[in-house]
């Protein structure tokens, strides 16, 4: 009975306004979320994974729902927008797609019914470095409001509506997830036995990586679920640990300027890049994590090679493969990664490039693996 009326449902007026609605979210270039992986992003995708769990503070816990009343919001958005500024510094990505799952029992005849009505949103939102928290968390409040009174678009059929270009490592449309279970997970009584839940850490991982927060005795438990095959450990315990400084920073300080929000600050080597090269990082404040690196190069006095020709240019980058790989024949078509590059050497490939006045950005050296594409991409740059 319910795929029948579904089915009708699907041919309605109200479909096609939300049809328009979703379309319109996604108009333009779909963004591609690109973490510094700590190996290589394998051809196919893999659904190895961890699960890193920790616990915010009952006095935590406590700030964010008194936060949520003061400025009319819901913790689930509280959290979800400080998620966005954590992508936003370890990507340096504005335009981010966060996906997560809604119930799909928007009418009351669908509580009391058995099954899986389950649908998921692909949240976009533009996490700009130059306004405040608040304001942004206004942005993703009104964003959050216009998905969810569309959410009864089923998420596989917007995806063959955008005709998303089917890439065999990735997921469609998004590669991080947000999950608020908002009704927690009660004591049950079994006759005088009580039963309390207890997060399960499983194996496996959906997405490149996950972020689950379950209301447990009021307090909120996070669940870091990531693929083994581009996470380690430590990067997830960074992680969580960067998640749970931005969320104490804008709790005091909600009209903090986003890009000034101090995510890898005071330690050394605390960040993203847990295990790179040593970089002072007592000064960077109001920098996100690219952004350090950017800023250690400019301390070195580059060469000018803007009259270099491509053939320069693919020499100099050919030197830098060849200081940076473990490999010792490299040709000019030859992948990055294939050769032994992963998302930290990567880094160190942008850096080297900056030294010698060659201007790219990180994303770019995803893009344009090799050292034909990379000369090209330079070349271009420089005209």
Known sequence: DFAVWEN????????????????????????????PYTSSRPSKKSFEGKTFVTTLSEELTSKINDFAKINNTTPFMIMLACYYVLLYNYTNQEDIVIGTPVSGRIYKELEPLLGVFVNSLPLR??????????????????????????????????????????????????????????NGFEAVNFGGIVGNFIATIS????????????????????????CTKLFDEIFASNFAKHYEKILCFVLEKPDVIIENIPVFENKKNDNVIYKFNEINLDDTKNASNINLFTKEIDTVN?????????????????????????ASNIG?????FDLGGDSLAAINLQIE???????????DIFECPTIRTLAEKIASNKG
């Not at 996604?26 to 690109?34: R, Y």
């Not at 194996?203 to 990531?226: A, G, H, M, R, W």
């Open 8 to 35: 009708d449902k699907l041919k309605s007026d109200d479909f096609k306004k939300n049809k328009e609605f979703w379309m319109n979210e996604f108009q333009g270039n779909i963004p591609v979320l690109n973490l």
């Open 125 to 182: 939102n533009s996490c700009r470095p130059n306004i405040t928290f608040k304001e942004f968390l206004e942005n993703i409040k009104k964003s959050c409001i216009n998905a969810f009174s569309h959410q009864d678009y089923p998420f596989d059929i917007l995806v063959n509506d955008l005709k998303v270009t089917k890439d065999a490592s990735r997921h469609p449309l998004f590669d991080t997830m947000f999950t608020y279970q908002n």
């Open 203 to 226: 194996n496996t991982s959906k997405f490149d990586i996950s972020l689950e927060v379950l209301p447990i005795d009021n307090k909120l438990q996070l669940c870091f679920e990531y």
């Open 302 to 326: 580059y060469a000018n090679n803007s009259g270099s020709s491509l053939n320069d240019i693919e020499l100099q980058v050919e030197s830098i493969f060849k200081k940076i790989l473990p």
């Open 332 to 336: 000019i078509d030859d992948n990055f």
């Open 353 to 363: 490039l900056l030294k010698s006045n060659l201007q790219l950005t990180y994303s």
